[in-house]
Nanobody, 128 residues
Framework: QLQASGGGLVQAGGSLRLSCAAS????????MAWFRQTPGRDREFVGA????????YFADSVTGRFAIFRDSANNMLYLQMNSLKPEDTAVYYC???????????????????????WGQGTLVTVSS
């Protein structure tokens, strides 16, 4: 089970850190990711971290502004968002691959279908 939190209202240019608490699985054993969704649009990939933690991948729209990291001791996943823009406004979801310790080609990490487990979402609103 995944539970995302940390969303809120922030001004453009500001920062926010989202958290994802995992229960029943270990964040360091699976590919973990963040997606986001706005009304009327498909859920889109934001970023992912490999099971080993050795690599992270990001959508072009957030590269250089967002970072993903884990706290294995507390079984938490984080999304650090800096230099936020109004277009980052969305509901953000954390997700996990069901498989453990599996490595994929780069393009696979961007696919929504890779992830079987989803948190409930947390709303981020960036004001201009």
């Amino acid at each position: 089970q995944l539970q995302a939190s940390g969303g809120g209202l922030v001004q453009a240019g500001g920062s926010l850190r989202l958290s994802c608490a995992a229960s029943g699985r270990t964040v360091s054993n699976s590919v973990m990711a963040w997606f986001r969704q706005t009304p009327g649009r498909d859920r889109e990939f934001v970023g992912a971290i490999t099971w080993s933690g050795g690599s992270t991948y990001f959508a072009d729209s957030v590269t250089g502004r967002f970072a993903i990291f884990r706290d294995s001791a507390n079984n938490m996943l984080y999304l650090q968002m800096n230099s936020l823009k109004p277009e980052d406004t969305a509901v953000y979801y954390c997700a996990a691959d069901q498989a453990m310790r599996r490595t994929y080609i780069k393009s696979d990490y961007f696919r929504r279908g890779l992830y079987e487990y989803w948190g409930q979402g947390t709303l981020v609103t960036v004001s201009s």
